[in-house]
């Protein structure tokens, strides 16, 4: 019980002493806290900035890879067309050996009505 009464009383002391000091340690903490905040938001703004153009520059080498890599795939793709299209050595082309497309399938007499 004993350690009760102690909280509360140090509960008690403490909010008349915050009561007393406050109309002191307001406009003091004001006038100190301003140029901090000021100074932290000044801080943060510029970190901000700094992080903007580091994603931008990020962002445009990103963009020139995938340009890069598709404009190789283009090329990829153009060469392995040309070397389908070429004859082998026993005289047919290549792409004469790959399977014909599959054709189209009718599922009935309600496709045909249409």
Do not use: C, F, W
């Not at 307001?26 to 943060?44: D, F």
């Not at 903007?52 to 340009?67: H, K, M, Q, W, Y």
């Amino acid at each position: 019980m004993d350690i009760l009464k102690s909280n509360i009383m140090i509960g008690i002391t403490a909010a008349i002493a915050a009561t007393v000091l406050a109309p002191v340690l307001v406009p003091a903490l004001t006038t100190a806290g301003r140029p901090l905040a000021k100074s932290l938001i000044r801080s943060g703004i510029l970190l901000y900035e700094k992080a903007r153009e580091g994603v931008a520059e990020s962002g445009e080498i990103l963009e020139d890879l995938v340009a890069e890599v598709r404009s190789e795939m283009g090329g990829q793709q153009a060469g392995g067309a040309a070397m389908a299209a070429m004859p082998r050595g026993d005289g047919e082309s290549s792409d004469a050996n790959e399977e014909a497309p599959p054709a189209p399938r009718h599922n009935g007499p309600a496709e045909a009505a249409v």
